[in-house]
């Protein structure tokens, strides 16, 4: 069976896109990174994930990208955004470098491993102001993949592939009910607490389409409340 690396946060993108490629027919290689991030509890949600999805093989790598600051995701002194996505304004949650560094490490893993994909859950409608989640900035990782490697001098580099970076928030969250994603282990929250905070932009993003796509059961109940509210 072919392989594929997956690059697994624990969030509902990244498990929506595991599963994907398994049912893509591919054998799945799970990497997980501790970066910093002040929701590290997303960790224990992509261990979760891996073992019902039934990968075998996962990877969990420490790369403290946060010590140098620069994103509220890192610092916990700096507040979350709770107004939630503003056009054309980059979100303080964005991780300098953050998808370069995962990227780059997936490559090393799929060459050594001898994966010919790399699933990615990035997505560019929700955030679309992250610059590291655009169709652009896929295409020219996919050049250096293909520069920057034994097999892509060979004309074998692993495929970069995206299958949620065009979709919305709650046609993730319906692929994922199609593709048996264990949705309820999944996390998104932003804020670092035991239970998700129901405030943060990623928590109303997805509480939002929970609730859209029939699914309010697996909203928080300050998410729900909120929506109530907006209705």
Not at 68 to 87: K, M, N, R, Y
Not at 140 to 148: E, G, K, M, P
Request: charged share 15%; proline share 5%.
């Amino acid at each position: 069976m072919a392989k594929a690396v997956v690059l697994l946060s624990g969030g509902l993108d990244s498990a929506t896109a595991a599963a994907q490629a398994m049912a893509d027919g591919y054998e799945a290689i799970a990497l997980s990174f501790r970066y910093g991030q002040r929701h590290v509890r997303e960790l224990e949600a992509a261990r979760s994930v891996a073992a019902a999805l039934g990968i075998n093989q996962h990877f969990f790598v420490d790369v403290n990208i946060a010590q140098w600051g620069g994103s509220s995701l890192t610092d916990a002194a700096e507040p979350l955004p709770e107004s939630g996505v503003v056009a054309g304004e980059i979100p303080s949650t964005y991780v300098p470098g953050r998808n370069t560094v995962f990227i780059a490490l997936a490559l090393s893993l799929a060459e050594a491993q001898q994966a010919s994909v790399i699933y990615l859950g990035i997505n560019a409608v929700d955030y679309s102001g992250y610059p590291d989640c655009r169709p652009d900035y896929l295409a020219a990782f996919q050049q250096l993949a293909t520069l920057s490697s034994k097999v892509g001098i060979e004309g074998q580099a692993p495929q970069l592939v995206a299958p949620l970076i065009h979709d919305h928030k709650v046609d993730i969250v319906r692929r994922a009910v199609a593709l048996g994603v264990p949705i309820p282990a999944t996390w998104s929250c932003y804020a670092g607490g035991a239970e998700a905070c129901g405030r943060c932009d990623s928590c109303r993003i997805r509480d939002r389409a929970l609730i859209e796509a029939g699914y309010p059961e697996w909203a928080t109940e300050i998410g729900r409340s909120l929506i109530s509210l907006q209705s």
